[in-house]
């Protein structure tokens, strides 16, 4: 079955440093999504990326945060320089068509800690 | 604005048990529904999902939820509960337009008796 893959699993980092979170959608998806969730508390929504850019991003998601499609497959997250803050686990998830039925599928998620 | 609640932030029963964790949410129209739940540093599994038709939606590992308009609600519940349903829960509604994003709720953390 096809599912969302995301590398690393864990990253760590030092304030200040830029990161990027990488993620693989499912092959013929065409909607992709980030979400965080730092630790103990709700999943939150970053942004939403459709035809090769944002359709949608939360206040959280300010200058420090970039997204991008690079190739066919490839969904990137980075974050320019990272805060102590930033550490959380972050989701990606895509989506097929915007069709009746919205249903995401979620990859395992990229725990960040900065340090 | 949408929102979705879950109004017991931890909930303890007995293993055997029957269960049922509460989401309230708000939302212009109804929504698409979702339970996942969550192992602590694990991904989130999704346990069932609402779009619409029956109310009464079936899931994965016994759980089941029923959609209430009325009530603004999509309660999860489990007739009897194993040491292994502990855990942390997340109530999520899926946009119906725009870009479907989800909301979810803040979570419901299960703890198990033995």
């Known amino acids: 079955e096809p599912e969302v893959t995301q590398t690393p699993s864990h990253q760590v980092t030092q304030m200040g440093q830029e990161v990027i979170l990488r993620c693989v959608p499912i092959?013929?998806?065409?909607?992709f999504y980030w979400y965080r969730q730092i630790l103990g508390q709700k999943v939150e929504f970053l942004v939403s990326?459709?035809?090769?850019?944002?359709?949608?991003k939360s206040e959280i998601f300010d200058d420090q945060f970039s997204v991008e499609r690079p190739d066919g497959s490839n969904f990137t997250l980075k974050i320019r320089s990272t805060k102590l803050e930033d550490s959380a686990m972050y989701f990606c998830?895509?989506?097929?068509?915007?069709?009746?039925?919205?249903?995401?599928?979620f990859g395992p998620g990229t725990r960040l800690t900065v340090l | 604005a949408q929102s979705v609640t879950q109004p017991d932030i931890h909930i303890t029963v007995s293993e055997g048990a029957s269960l049922e964790l509460r989401c309230n949410y708000s939302y212009g129209a109804t929504p698409y529904l979702f339970w996942y739940v969550q192992s602590p540093g694990q991904g989130l599994q999704l346990l069932l999902k609402?779009?619409?038709?029956?109310?009464l939606v079936q899931g994965i590992k016994g759980f089941e939820a029923e959609f209430k308009r009325s009530q603004s609600s999509f309660n999860l519940r489990k007739p009897s509960v194993h040491w292994s349903d502990a855990a942390e829960y997340f109530c999520?509604?899926?946009?119906?337009?725009?870009?479907?994003?989800?909301?979810f709720g803040t979570g419901t953390r299960l703890k198990v008796l033995a």
């Open positions: 092959s013929n998806h065409l909607y």
């Open positions: 999520a509604v899926g946009a119906t337009s725009g870009t479907y994003k989800y909301i």
């Open positions: 998830a895509s989506r097929l068509t915007s069709g009746n039925r919205n249903e995401q599928f």
């Open positions: 990326f459709y035809n090769n850019e944002i359709s949608e």
């Open positions: 609402y779009f619409s038709g029956d109310t």
